[in-house]
T-cell receptor
Framework: GAGVSQTPSNKVTEKGKYVELRCDPISGHTALYWYRQSLGQGPEFLIY????????DSGLPNDRFFAVRPEGSVSTLKIQRTERGDSAVYLCASSLNTGANVLTFGAGSRLTVL | GQQVMQIPQYQHVQEGEDFTTYCNSS?????IQWYKQRPGGHPVFLIQLVKSGEVKKQKRLTFQFGEAKKNSSLHITATQTTDVGTYFCAGISGTYKYIFGTGTRLKVLA
């Protein structure tokens, strides 16, 4: 597509529920990144993919968070047993590859855990 | 782990005044990028600096990369209301994960 698309734009869930956030990167971009941004903070790195594989998942806060990119395009960030502290905007970005390339961000998915 | 700090956290300026934000990394960077995030929006790429001591200009914006490649600055001359937003630096060190700074929120008073 023309840009990075993220769905849903807003998600409200209850504590303990499971959520999935989807990212559709720019066509042809092999690198895909997930960041989390809390109010008034900078984007916090979670994970990045080069193709289908997770090249660095060191930013995932704990084992409740998991991300996949099975065909090297669309990626899904999965959060199990959500907690109120998971509330944030989850940003996805893609780049042509993992060299020193420009990150193009999507509009983000705002997650609110009640 | 690698940390990237920015100062100031907030800056209010009168339209026409200059503005500078500073970015400091705890580790030497391969390169540094700058992004702008408008209120309610997402980060948008502005520029990338690669070489030690590099200076780049975009109209009223001047970007500089430190000699030791551990710090950078963004200077805006004669701010306009369209400059409002939060400015982030993002550094790469080692692996290809971009570590974003804490950001500087700029408000421009007309």
């Amino acid at each position: 597509g023309a840009g990075v698309s993220q769905t849903p734009s807003n998600k409200v869930t209850e504590k303990g529920k499971y959520v999935e956030l989807r990212c559709d990167p720019i066509s042809g971009h092999t690198a895909l990144y997930w960041y989390r941004q809390s109010l008034g903070q900078g984007p916090e790195f979670l994970i990045y993919f080069q193709g289908t594989g997770a090249a660095d998942d060191s930013g995932l806060p704990n084992d409740r968070f998991f991300a996949v990119r099975p065909e090297g395009s669309v990626s899904t960030l999965k959060i199990q047993r959500t907690e109120r502290g998971d509330s944030a905007v989850y940003l996805c970005a893609s780049s042509l590859n993992t060299g020193a390339n420009v990150l193009t961000f999507g509009a983000g998915s705002r997650l609110t855990v009640l | 782990g690698q940390q990237v700090m920015q100062i100031p956290q907030y800056q209010h300026v009168q339209e026409g005044e200059d503005f500078t934000t500073y970015c400091n990394s705890s580790t030497t960077l391969s390169n540094i990028q700058w992004y702008k995030q408008r209120p309610g929006g997402h980060p948008v790429f502005l520029i990338q600096l690669v070489k030690s001591g590099e200076v780049k200009k975009q109209k009223r914006l001047t970007f500089q990369f430190g000699e030791a490649k551990k710090n950078s600055s963004l200077h805006i001359t004669a701010t306009q209301t369209t400059d409002v937003g939060t400015y982030f630096c993002a550094g790469i060190s080692g692996t290809y994960k971009y570590i974003f700074g804490t950001g500087t929120r700029l408000k421009v008073l007309a």
